[in-house]
């Protein structure tokens, strides 16, 4: 059985970056000092799906949105990018596609009085090509 967290990860970040979420400014490990807004890829959750027809995977990822900009329309603008970019089906290779379905939306506290941080959680199905 492989994993498809590495391949699903890439497609993820190219899909983020091609819709220019934050500027293209996305990392899964974010600099010492970065540039706002950002978004921030940091793991995909793997849960087991199959049964004895076929290996399926539930990949569930969160995108993490940081804003500067006083107020909520800029992050909710990113949000916005966020969807459209990853709520459609994304290659996986060496695996079936992955539908991407978006499961939810939070405002959540960044810690920094200066800071919005928003999460944006996706539910894929990846099935194995070989079983």
Not at 74 to 97: D, H, M, S
Not at 106 to 118: F, I, T, Y
Request: charge should be negative; hydrophobic fraction near 40%; include cysteine.
């Amino acid at each position: 059985m492989s994993d498809p967290s590495l391949e699903l990860h890439k497609s993820v970040y190219a899909a983020l970056v091609a819709a220019g979420v934050c500027g293209g400014r996305v990392h899964d490990r974010v600099p010492h000092a970065p540039q706002y807004p950002y978004c921030a890829l940091f793991d995909i959750q793997l849960v087991d799906d199959g049964n004895s027809c076929f290996q399926q995977d539930e990949a569930f990822v969160d995108i993490h949105i940081y804003s500067r900009q006083l107020g909520k329309v800029e992050i909710k603008q990113q949000i916005a990018l966020v969807r459209a970019a990853l709520n459609v089906e994304v290659p996986v290779t060496g695996f079936t596609n992955a539908l991407g379905q978006w499961q939810a939306t939070r405002l959540v506290p960044s810690g920094d009085a200066n800071s919005s941080h928003a999460v944006v959680s996706f539910r894929y199905l990846v099935q194995h090509e070989k079983f």
